[in-house]
């Protein structure tokens, strides 16, 4: 077998398995980018969140007027006030697309 062949039959599988679990679970992701702003509880009751004023991701009508598109949006790309001054950092570089939807999915879970 040439070893060309080896490595697709067997290193490609296990760096598929490598990359795959460099991702973040959610609930880390969340802790780690998310908490310092909207609280662990996803209430934004933080002193960072108070300050920009954050919605309270467990109020049922603050989720039903948020659109899913617009949060990954929101994460991707960052949100910035009428001014342009940066409110929440874009999170492009730091997260793939699927832990982006993942959160999404996470704060979803928040509402009461």
Known sequence: M???T????FGGPLLAAAALSL??????NWENH???CHGADGK????AGKKLQVK???DAKVQAEMKDADMIKATTDGVFD???????KAYKDELSADEIKELVAYI?????
């Open 2 to 4: 040439k070893t060309s």
């Open 6 to 9: 080896k490595f697709l039959i």
């Open 23 to 28: 991702a973040a679970p959610v609930a880390e």
């Open 34 to 36: 998310c908490t310092k």
């Open 44 to 47: 934004g009751q933080t002193k």
């Open 56 to 58: 309270d991701y467990t």
């Open 82 to 88: 009428k001014a342009g001054k940066e409110k929440m």
């Open 108 to 112: 979803r879970k928040f509402k009461s």
